[in-house]
């Protein structure tokens, strides 16, 4: 695959995350602390989406810096059908149930996945890898669930 078609893949699923962490973001709106927690990790989704956009048009303008990279278009639509599937979703979830769906997200689908691109191989994508593949939102919602569960 071409890197600016998997970077623009990579955009949609960024853009889709910062949507569904608004999403729970409204959802607790009356849960002071909740509503801060998917708040914070809405913003860091933006910033991940803005240094996609960024490498992107790098990548769009230099085109001879870049490799194709390996990866399968199945797992790129894996992670929007879920992403999708949970933004439309209309039933309303607990906090317990939504930190279950974030934790699959982050774990499973996304930085599960995403580590697995060889943007790492090149120098031009370093930080773009590090901030879809360190941004700790599996410890932070880890630490989040044990956080509310000790208040319960």
């Given at each position: 695959?071409?890197?600016?078609?998997?970077?623009?893949?990579?955009?949609?699923i960024e853009k889709k995350a910062s949507e569904l962490?608004?999403?729970?973001?409204?959802?607790?709106?009356?849960?002071q602390e909740a509503a801060?927690?998917?708040?914070r990790i809405q913003i860091?989704?933006?910033?991940?989406?803005?240094?996609?956009?960024?490498?992107?048009?790098?990548?769009?303008?230099?085109?001879?810096?870049?490799?194709?990279?390996?990866c399968a278009e199945m797992d790129f639509k894996k992670i929007l059908v879920f992403l999708n599937a949970e933004i439309s979703r209309v039933r309303r979830r607990t906090l317990e149930e939504t930190l279950?769906?974030?934790?699959?997200?982050?774990?499973?689908?996304s930085e599960g996945y995403l580590t697995?691109?060889?943007l790492?191989?090149?120098?031009m994508l370093i930080d773009l890898y590090r901030a879809l593949t360190d941004s700790g939102?599996?410890?932070?919602?880890?630490?989040?669930?044990?956080k509310r569960m000790k208040e319960c």
């Open positions: 695959m071409e890197i600016v078609d998997a970077l623009s893949k990579i955009e949609k962490y608004g999403r729970y973001y409204s959802q607790f709106s009356q849960d801060y927690f998917f708040y860091e989704e933006r910033g991940h989406l803005s240094l996609t956009r960024y490498v992107k048009r790098l990548a769009t303008r230099n085109p001879e810096l870049f490799e194709s990279i390996d279950d769906k974030a934790e699959k997200f982050e774990v499973t689908l697995l691109l060889p790492r191989n090149n120098p939102h599996i410890k932070k919602i880890t630490a989040f669930r044990i």
